[in-house]
């Protein structure tokens, strides 16, 4: 499962063989969030609230959900449409 970047102590990874909608996953320590790439919202699991402004400045930086999206549509081509 390739990990895409490390935000200070914070893993962002996108796996294959994953399920929508797009999503990339933040991993700190114990804590793992779900993150929708289109809205950067947190749609399952839970990060502390410093960690997840973190992830969001990095995830808002320009072309950086364009990056995500690509890497999530490469890794899952069985849910393109």
Known sequence: MPTIQMVDSIKIDVYGRDHPPPHFHAIYAEQEALIEINTLEIY?????????????????????????????NRLNPHLRK
Not at 56 to 72: D, I, T
Request: proline share 7%.
């Open 44 to 72: 399952a699991g839970q990060m502390p609230t410093l960690q997840w402004r973190k992830i969001k400045q990095w995830a808002k930086q320009p072309g950086m959900q364009a990056l995500l999206l690509e890497n999530f």
